[in-house]
């Protein structure tokens, strides 16, 4: 059995299908055209192979006229090459988006919109319950409308080039937003900063193709552990390109009025910050007595 | 001789006093009224002190009709407490803020701002050299007007509880995106990735107040490096509250359009992925020989 | 409700103490008679506390004639105070212990022991299925008896001073080297040098005393899908001190003579190489063409 | 210009010689050999290739009878493959190691020896300055007379296989435990602690072969920073492979009697224990409300 596929020879698709087959099939077959040098001595570049789609009457998306090439999914799409390649040119202003409108052709008007998530994934949108699917599709919509999740960027590709990438992705762009503010509120401080260094190496290792992988599996049973309790609620305004938070609520909220008031009256003394700030200046202390700094 | 501040027991500003100056003078005393429990007895909270110092015509900023309080430096205010203690209160809605218009306020119209940076650090705007406050004092402005910088966030106290607050920081919001632009065109891959999970440590020193401490020295030696070939142009579009990349330029891109071209028609070939592949895909196949995954 | 407990409040112990006790019950209430000035006041130290014991027939077991104190559990013997607070007097040669033997006492004779593993847990002792509890203990007897186990080290006490411990853990000592060995055949390696980061952030949750604590059930959550595949059983050979390997096996080992030879004639390719090479050192190469390094 | 190395295709030496060949020089040309499918057309193994050799005359240390191969420079002496490919086999029992006597034939007689560092270098044995070449040297002569340093591990090669691998580097052994030992005394707790989370990236840098590469630049100007205090001098018993310490001492030491009796009678009070335990608590105490643990 063999696994064939039309990604170029440069990009990291290439990377995600092969390392994804082969640890799913250790045996299978991998055929990249596009990695072969008698291939790409018949078809030398994009454009040989658009004519030669052309000629037989295959039909292809791509066309030579398009000053940049677009690739889409249900969560975002990506532009790249063409005009994009000067990092000089304005990404946003080039691109003809096909999720999102501009920030100023966007509504002068406020949409609020309420996610909820259970244990860190996102389960419903202004109240209603729906599937991961489809909130990220009602998302892309909402988020989209009002010129949210337009990115252009300088990104970093496991095959060791750098290339630039303009991108849409209102939806995520807003789960993301609401994600965050449901675990400020939810999450351990010690466990969150953990959580910020070790949230580039899942990116690092999704990005690069290993998403079945030991170190991924144990990077997530981490994260699920973690997610428990990011259950509650977040409303956020979208206005013409921003994401702004509008309240949060938790039933596993870190910080509560009623708690917070408490702590106040009772369980936190300010006394206590006496103690804790001389113990936690001691280390400083001694080595300000060994190596005195120069100020 | 001794310290003596005011800050309450309850917050970060203690820590970083304390710390900062026991590390430079390991024998300095520390006064906190507010920590100290006969003080407190006198005055049991901001209303008794307040009337306290109208009562002697001390002159305090602090009001008890302010629904919220609020702190200003050269980088940011800062606004917490009162009403903003309930986390589903619209923060950027409730506040008045000094240094920012709201989005909604600013003007329909794109304003573009160059910033030029050497080795990390900002040293120019629209190609005019200026001093470091200089230049955050003038971001400050140019954010503010556009309406950039709001945030509304629940934070992790190093005495422990989490807290809600709501700042504006255009400056400092504007030089963070541009610095990151910049980059993403100079900096190893490898290298930020790592320092993607460096950053974390870095702001909770800060934070926390341990500013002289050995540990940060060395991050800040690992940071100096880093930053070595953070040197160009940033030129971003700031629109309604959006800062919009619109280019970016480095004597020591890394992506360079040339470069990529000679590694397209030479040193980087389409071949050698088919290698990097099979090698990088290996553990994976010899894992799912092993113990194969479900799927 | 109130947690009593005679630490001094100086060390570990009462970190561990008390933050496991809140940690289970909030609004438990801990007294530690040795941080109470008035106590410090009756009692200013060891030396009179000992002779109100003595004086009361309270039978303890410090004597103030011991030139250091001891600690004991099951798992260790820990020595410290006294003599040892010189870090020039050699430490192992002061101790009396009570555990091991010293290397030049062993037998000058090897002697084998077999520990097999169930993911990442010690199950047996030379084929025979045991209790964690008797694993540790018969561990003890055979590592004590060959000189394993002695440790001499300056560590970092939660409370910010550094401290002088001398140390006997013969069968922990045995453990750790044989979950190594067993690690090194079946874990990936990714995923294995993300443990080594991570395993002093596990090391420094405990001894502290964070024992119930979010971030360490994250960590743990890592760590138990991490160690699924240590399976398995190590030979070792301890002499006098010394802990060598002697072999290692497991039904999930990713080192397979099989695989290899497989691997050698079929899926490793030397070929391979160039590609991963070239591609490897891609981005070493544009570095070296923008910024070239003199040597 | 090239490059021509005769390292086989599947180990290490070939990754560090072309990625630091190409990063100082990006032009160079690198040519394997044993990376090329038609050379190994016409030399298919080892044995093959010992037989050209002596048909021509031309002189190899590596004879087809030694049932392992073996690797040696200044800092070891590395073996593998043969007999030793099979995990189950003793490795240190089948070695004949080249610069260390086994534990069981060195002398019943512990040999002292001091190291001097300063700034984390080694700069003296036994009190007198020496090189770093005269110092490594002169290590794995005294290591070596008295077992030090032999290792049998699993290791993961950049390459992506596992590989099973004895070695001696008595020298190295000694130097590392020594140094350890210093850093105890000298370094700050909390920069030790991301130290040792950052020890691992530097190890696999090295051993993939990213000497010269920005990320390691950075990540040694850590190290240069980290180590400024780490000056003064061990003392260690050398024992039949045993290396023990004996001593320590430094001008920098964080660690003092005179602080530690100090800080006792005064800067240390045992009473702030209290407050920073209360608030290294609250969170615990605050997460106990909000989602109790069941025990």
């Not at 206005?239 to 949060?248: F, L, P, S, W």
């Amino acid at each position: 059995m063999a696994y064939v596929h039309g990604a170029t020879g440069k990009g990291n698709d290439q990377c995600r299908f092969q390392l994804a087959a082969e640890a799913l099939d250790p045996n299978v077959k991998i055929i990249a055209p596009w990695r072969l040098e008698r291939f790409r001595e018949r078809f030398p570049g994009r454009t040989a192979m658009i004519a030669y789609c052309k000629e037989k009457n295959i039909p292809v998306k791509a066309s030579v006229a398009k000053p940049y090439s677009s690739d889409e999914n249900c969560l975002h799409i990506s532009y790249e090459a063409g005009n994009l390649e000067d990092p000089m040119v304005n990404g946003v202003a080039t691109v003809e988006f096909g999720m999102t409108v501009s920030p100023q052709n966007a509504p002068d008007k406020i949409e609020n919109v309420k996610i909820g998530f259970a244990s860190g994934v996102p389960v419903s949108v202004d109240g209603k319950r729906l599937g991961a699917f489809e909130i990220v599709s009602l998302l892309n919509k909402i988020g989209g409308r009002n010129g949210v999740g337009q990115i252009d960027m300088v990104e970093n590709r496991f095959v060791g080039m750098k290339s630039r990438g303009v991108y849409e992705a209102p939806g995520m762009t807003v789960l993301y937003a609401a994600h965050r503010v449901l675990e400020q509120l939810t999450m351990d401080r010690d466990l969150m900063h953990l959580r910020d260094r070790l949230s580039p190496e899942v990116a690092e290792m999704v990005y690069y193709g290993f998403w079945y992988h030991a170190k991924l599996d144990a990077l997530m049973a981490f994260c699920r552990e973690a997610q428990k309790p990011v259950t509650g609620e977040v409303s956020l305004d979208l206005y013409k390109g921003n994401v702004i938070v509008a309240g949060r609520k938790s039933p596993n909220s870190l910080y509560d009025e009623g708690i917070a008031t408490m702590e106040g009256g009772g369980s936190y003394n300010q006394t206590d910050a006496e103690g804790f700030l001389r113990i936690e200046g001691l280390p400083g202390r001694v080595q300000a007595k060994v190596s005195p700094r120069k100020y």
